[in-house]
């Protein structure tokens, strides 16, 4: 059985940093992309970053484009997300993700990612 857990959330400072973890287990996701995605009370669940299966292609949303950073390590089945120079706006549930299929993906939408965690939430005081 496929199981993502996340780890690393917790309540920061504005302007802090925050550095989530996401291992997978139950299969191994060396071929799959990964993500990461947001979502708040009321709202809908948005993307906020992607990694290609072998770490070649990044994507990111605007809103945290240049603050923070996906990795992954392929060895390990897992994928991390630095935060940096964390806003308010910031806050959420934070949920990683494991594409549906092996190979490549485009502009990276919800649709692409079959796997899913159970969220850790980010709390950023202003």
């Known amino acids: 059985q496929v199981q993502l857990v996340e780890s690393g959330g917790g309540l920061v400072q504005a302007g802090g940093s925050l550095r989530l973890s996401c291992a997978a287990s139950?299969?191994?996701?060396?071929?799959?992309?990964m993500g990461w995605f947001r979502q708040n009370p009321g709202k809908e669940r948005e993307f906020a970053a992607a990694?290609?299966?072998?770490?070649?292609?990044?994507f990111y949303a605007d809103s945290v484009k240049g603050r923070f950073t996906i990795s992954r390590d392929n060895a390990k089945n897992t994928v991390y997300l630095q935060m940096n120079s964390l806003k308010a706006e910031d806050t959420a549930v934070y949920y990683c993700?494991?594409?549906?299929?092996?190979?490549?993906?485009?502009?990276?939408?919800?649709?692409?990612?079959?796997?899913w965690g159970q969220g850790t939430q980010v709390t950023v005081s202003s």
């Open positions: 993700a494991v594409a549906s299929y092996p190979g490549r993906i485009g502009i990276p939408t919800m649709a692409d990612f079959g796997f």
């Open positions: 990694i290609s299966w072998n770490g070649g292609s990044t």
């Open positions: 139950g299969r191994t996701f060396s071929s799959y992309a």
